[in-house]
């Protein structure tokens, strides 16, 4: 019985987190492999509605948006600032902090984006969902 309930709630999480855009989908908008310190990253990107404002207009701005982002130096350093402020994680490797730098220099590049076409992101309404794989 035990056994039973455990299996039916799993698969309800699962159920609900692939509703929501949490797991990963089998097909990603992006993906990147990047040399980052002591190894590579794969890294991934897709998207997904949160809401019904985004419309065909938000989508396009947001696929252009993902398709051409591109990463400087300038933004992996101040990605890499902005990571080590945050007291609750602990980077297992400089290169996974690469790699995270430059997973969230592209997630905000979608952002901006919107923004600027007038989806702001304090009414976000297309997440921009990523996963990281490092070999380092």
Same mark, same amino acid.
């Given at each position: 019985?035990? &056994?039973?309930? +455990? @299996?039916?709630?799993?698969?309800?999480?699962? /159920?609900? @987190?692939?509703?929501?855009?949490?797991?990963?989908?089998?097909?990603?908008? &992006? /993906?990147?492999?990047?040399? +980052? =310190?002591?190894?590579?990253?794969?890294?991934?990107?897709? @998207?997904?509605?949160?809401?019904?404002? /985004? =419309?065909?207009?938000?989508?396009?701005?947001? &696929?252009?948006?993902?398709?051409?982002? =591109? +990463?400087?130096?300038?933004? #992996?350093?101040?990605?890499?600032?902005?990571?080590?402020?945050?007291?609750?994680?602990?980077?297992?490797?400089?290169?996974? #902090?690469?790699?995270? /730098?430059?997973?969230?220099?592209?997630?905000?590049? +979608? &952002?901006?984006?919107?923004?600027?076409?007038? *989806?702001?992101?304090?009414?976000?309404?297309?997440?921009? *969902?990523?996963?990281?794989?490092?070999?380092?």
């Amino acid at each position: 019985m035990r &056994r039973a309930l +455990v @299996l039916v709630a799993s698969c309800v999480s699962i /159920a609900v @987190l692939a509703g929501c855009g949490w797991v990963r989908p089998d097909v990603v908008d &992006r /993906a990147d492999d990047v040399s +980052v =310190t002591g190894g590579t990253c794969r890294i991934e990107w897709w @998207l997904a509605a949160l809401n019904d404002g /985004a =419309t065909d207009e938000a989508w396009g701005v947001a &696929r252009e948006a993902l398709a051409s982002a =591109t +990463v400087d130096e300038a933004e #992996l350093s101040e990605w890499r600032e902005l990571l080590l402020l945050d007291d609750d994680v602990t980077w297992a490797s400089p290169g996974r #902090l690469d790699g995270a /730098a430059h997973l969230e220099a592209v997630r905000a590049d +979608v &952002r901006d984006a919107l923004a600027v076409a007038g *989806f702001p992101d304090s009414d976000r309404v297309i997440e921009v *969902f990523s996963s990281q794989l490092c070999t380092v």
